[in-house]
């Protein structure tokens, strides 16, 4: 399994990045892929996960500012992220996991990239 994002960048507060997860070795069908981030001196954090059928979570702190899909054909998972603060500022980190349930926690994901860097002044 190969988790590969891209997209990262620095974006001044306001504006908007949009991250991109190739997948491959991985079936999409009954499993779920979601987006987790990191900044320096806290633990890993939940953003957005969905599950092959599009049933998504969010994260409070990102509701109505980030949106989640995929392109099942292509093996492709995107993350939007809109209206960007610099508390987004962190490494985003791609996984995948053979739960069916669209989980926010960690441990609950099998398989991960290598992550992306977001810097929002």
């Known amino acids: 399994v190969q988790l590969v994002e891209s997209g990262g960048g620095s974006v001044q507060a306001g504006g908007s990045l949009r991250l991109s997860c190739a997948t491959s070795?991985?079936?999409?069908?009954?499993?779920?892929l979601g987006w987790f981030r990191q900044a320096p001196g806290k633990e890993r954090e939940g953003v957005a996960a969905?599950?092959?059928?599009?049933?998504?979570s969010y994260a409070d702190s990102v509701k109505g500012r980030f949106t989640i899909s995929q392109d099942n054909a292509k093996d492709i998972l995107y993350l939007q992220m809109d209206s960007l603060k610099p508390e987004d500022t962190a490494m985003y980190y791609c996984a995948a996991t053979y739960n069916y349930f669209p989980s926010l926690r960690p441990d609950d994901y099998n398989y991960w990239g290598q992550g992306t860097q977001v810097t929002v002044s």
């Open positions: 070795g991985f079936p999409i069908r009954g499993n779920c």
């Open positions: 969905i599950d092959s059928d599009g049933s998504t």
